[in-house]
């Protein structure tokens, strides 16, 4: 049996852990912790933990502020995208967990877009057409977070597609994660979700949540330094591995 200060212990390890491969790719924190939480531990109680340490890794992913204006400014269409999609897809289908064949679905599309991208081929998005593929993947991205709290699918593959540099692709997720974060949060409040008998304990879950937020960040340091050392066709293939492994989890 899991006593509390194993789980204490259990928990911290996984977050860093969560933040490191955070930290290399950009992506995967959520992911990686509700997998190996859920094996001491409920998976409501894993995700009330998970809370503010996703929100607070998305927004240090935005970093640096200096080049977010000129990001908001190329992306600004795809975010208003991303919060439509996100409140209509609440609004017409009740949230995450409505529709349980979306999982499974996304699972298996995230597989085939990342074999695709292991196979070498890319595409660019021309410069006349990113304001409008934007806002339609915006709204895509969102409608698919209403149903599966997963929003990766097709904000990355959209975001890959503009020939950004490195560290400009990991502010974008960051950017969008960020506003799909926030923009689920304010759909499933607005449905009441989450607000049920256990209301009563959300100042624990909320201190509880902020504490992960130590190791997670400690582990995204750790992993940014190491993405440094990585060159572009590694970074590339660890992405499109970590994409891999998240349809792989959801298909299953």
């Known amino acids: 049996?899991?006593?509390e200060g194993w789980m204490a212990a259990a928990a911290i390890a996984v977050f860093g852990l969560a933040g490191c491969?955070?930290?290399?790719?950009?992506?995967?924190?959520?992911?990686?912790?509700?997998?190996?939480?859920?094996?001491?531990?409920?998976?409501?109680?894993?995700?009330?933990l998970l809370l503010l340490p996703s929100l607070v890794t998305n927004l240090v992913q935005m970093r640096p502020v200096a080049g977010l204006q000129p990001l908001l400014q190329r992306l600004g269409w795809m975010q208003l995208g991303i919060v439509l999609g996100t409140l209509g897809g609440v609004a017409l289908?009740?949230?995450?967990?409505?529709?349980?064949?979306?999982?499974?679905?996304?699972?298996?599309?995230?597989?085939i877009y990342a074999l695709w991208g292991l196979s070498g081929l890319r595409w660019q998005t021309p410069a006349p057409h990113q304001?409008?593929?934007?806002?339609?993947c915006g709204l895509l991205?969102?409608?698919i977070t209403a149903v599966t709290g997963v929003f990766v699918v097709p904000a990355v593959a959209f975001l890959q597609s503009l020939g950004l540099s490195r560290p400009a692709l990991m502010q974008a997720?960051?950017?969008?994660?960020?506003?799909?974060?926030?923009?689920?949060?304010?759909?499933?409040?607005?449905?009441g979700q989450g607000l049920g008998a256990q209301a009563q304990e959300m100042g624990l879950g909320l201190l509880a949540s902020a504490l992960m937020l130590i190791p997670a960040l400690a582990g995204m340091h750790w992993g940014e330094l190491l993405r440094e050392k990585l060159s572009p066709e590694l970074f590339r293939k660890l992405l499109m591995l970590s994409l891999l492994a998240l349809g792989a989890y959801l298909c299953f």
């Open 173 to 191: 997720m960051g950017l969008c994660f960020t506003t799909s974060t926030l923009a689920l949060g304010a759909g499933l409040l607005w449905q």
């Open 131 to 136: 304001a409008w593929l934007g806002a339609a």
């Open 21 to 48: 491969v955070k930290g290399v790719v950009g992506l995967g924190l959520p992911t990686v912790s509700m997998a190996l939480l859920a094996v001491f531990m409920p998976p409501a109680q894993a995700a009330a």
């Open 141 to 143: 991205t969102g409608a």
């Open 1 to 3: 049996m899991w006593n």
């Open 93 to 111: 289908w009740g949230g995450v967990g409505s529709l349980p064949a979306a999982r499974p679905a996304l699972g298996l599309a995230l597989v």
